[in-house]
Structure formats: structure tokens, C-alpha cells
């Protein structure tokens, strides 16, 4: 199969424990709560990596990094991605489009949206303009709903690396 783009999806959902740090796309979100996680618990940032590596055939990130690798303890997840993207590209594949959602009872993250969109195309080695960044509520069903998770979703489009 010839194809000039690949596309990768990715998908995450962390419990959100009272005192902890609460990372979004690399953005720090001020809240009483934050992610659990054996990294920093990045939601965003793990779907966004797990979209590279479907994009480039390349597994997810459970395999790369098992939370049984003292590496990654608390690890900002931005080398998460960055070690995903490079591995991308050693297969010949680079960012050039994300799209993102975040859902998420509280805090509100209107505020935040800019910084996040930002903060991920950064990540991503993007033009802010090449991400897109959405955030929604679970309406108050279930447990994304009742406050205690955040969950994400990321697609990302890879191209053939510029020589
Ligand atoms: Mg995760």
C-alpha cells in the first residue's frame, strides 16, 4: 500500500487522587486533584504518544514503557513523547496534524485551552496552528462524570520526514 499520511489514535483515562500535580498536553492545570500514573500521568500527552506510535505501526506505549521500569517514575511525559517520535521517525515518519479532546468534569479548562494546543503542537515539534485541542464534559455520567478521572483522545496524522 502506497499512502503519503498515516494516521494514529490514541486513547487514555487516569483517577484523578487529591495532592497530586495535574499535567494536560505538558500544561500544569491548577485543581485539588491530579492524575495518578507511574509517569507524571499526563493523559493528554500519553494518547497523543500512543497516536504516534499507531500512526507508525509501532505498538503502545504499555509496551515501550512498562510501568514496572523505574526509568519512567514520575517522568514528565513530554520524553515519553519525545522517545515515541523518534522512534516514529527512524521509520521515515513525522508529526503534521493533531486533534485532541479532553474530557473533564473540573476544573473548566476554557482558560487553558490556548496553552494546551500550544503546549502539544510544541511537543510535537508543530506550528500551533497544525493542533487542535477540545474540551468536553462527561455531563456528570459515570466517573469521568462524578470528578474522579480524566480521560483523553488524540489523533495524529504522520507524513514521510522532509529530506
Ligand atoms: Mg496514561
Do not use: Y
Amino acid at each position: 500500500m502506497s499512502v503519503g499520511v498515516r494516521v494514529g489514535i490514541g486513547w487514555d483515562l487516569h483517577r484523578l487522587a487529591p495532592g497530586r500535580r495535574f499535567p494536560l498536553g505538558g500544561v500544569e492545570v491548577p485543581h485539588s486533584k491530579g492524575p495518578e500514573g507511574h509517569s507524571d500521568g499526563d493523559p493528554l500527552l500519553h494518547a497523543v504518544a500512543d497516536a504516534v506510535l499507531g500512526a507508525a505501526g509501532l505498538g503502545d506505549i504499555g509496551d515501550r514503557f512498562p510501568p514496572t521500569d523505574p526509568k519512567w517514575k514520575g517522568a514528565d511525559s513530554r520524553a515519553l513523547l519525545k522517545e515515541c517520535l523518534a522512534a516514529a521517525r527512524a521509520l521515515g515518519w513525522a508529526p503534521a496534524q493533531a486533534d485532541c479532546v479532553v474530557v473533564l468534569e473540573q476544573p473548566k479548562l476554557g482558560p487553558h485551552k490556548d496553552a494546551i494546543r500550544k503546549s502539544v503542537a510544541t511537543a510535537l515539534g508543530l506550528p500551533g496552528s497544525a493542533v487542535n485541542f477540545k474540551a468536553k464534559t462527561a455531563e456528570g455520567l459515570g466517573p469521568v462524570g462524578a470528578g474522579d478521572a480524566v480521560e483523553a483522545h488524540a489523533v495524529v496524522v504522520l507524513e514521510p520526514v522532509r529530506p
